[in-house]
């Protein structure tokens, strides 16, 4: 038996073997190789889990440089246009042509620019749809009963 789930359908076998009359000493004996058989097996997982939440944390922090990396460029380009459409306007040209390409200025697509919020009627202003407040609803749980929702108590796997 290697795997976990063979070492734990093992264990329950030689547990319903209690009952069928196996000799007290074999018994003694299996059951203890099986569970010192999953001790090994749990510590591999946990090896497994703590090498794969290092690998996790790695990717994180590569993820986060990846992403100012990326905003840097992003910012960096921004930069650039609005430099060289500066200077296009400065220089009074709205085109320019290379043997490689054609830049120019284009005007965008008109957009709003809000000047003052207080002064803008209601009609304009959309209702946000209401949002359930879990830390508020499980406080009054824990106090009273309330329509709709329950406490609930899981498990999880920990290691220290």
Do not use: C
């Amino acid at each position: 038996m290697n795997a976990l789930y063979e070492l734990t359908d093992g264990h329950v076998e030689i547990q319903r073997q209690i009952y069928d009359g196996v000799d007290a000493e074999v018994f003694t004996d299996t059951l203890q190789a099986i569970e010192e058989s999953i001790e090994v097996k749990v510590e591999g997982y946990h090896a497994i889990i703590q090498n794969t939440k290092g690998d996790i944390e790695k990717i994180k922090t590569e993820e986060k440089r990846l992403a100012d990396r990326r905003k840097a460029m992003e910012n960096k380009v921004d930069k650039l246009k609005r430099n060289l459409e500066e200077n296009m306007t400065k220089l009074g040209k709205r085109k320019i042509t290379t043997p490689l390409f054609t830049a120019w200025i284009q005007p965008n697509t008109p957009s709003v620019r809000v000047l003052d919020e207080k002064l803008i009627p209601k009609e304009f202003w959309k209702e946000q749809d209401p949002k359930l407040d879990k830390t508020s609803l499980g406080k009054a749980l824990k106090k009273s009963d309330t329509p709709g929702a329950e406490i609930v108590q899981t498990e999880s796997i920990r290691f220290r």
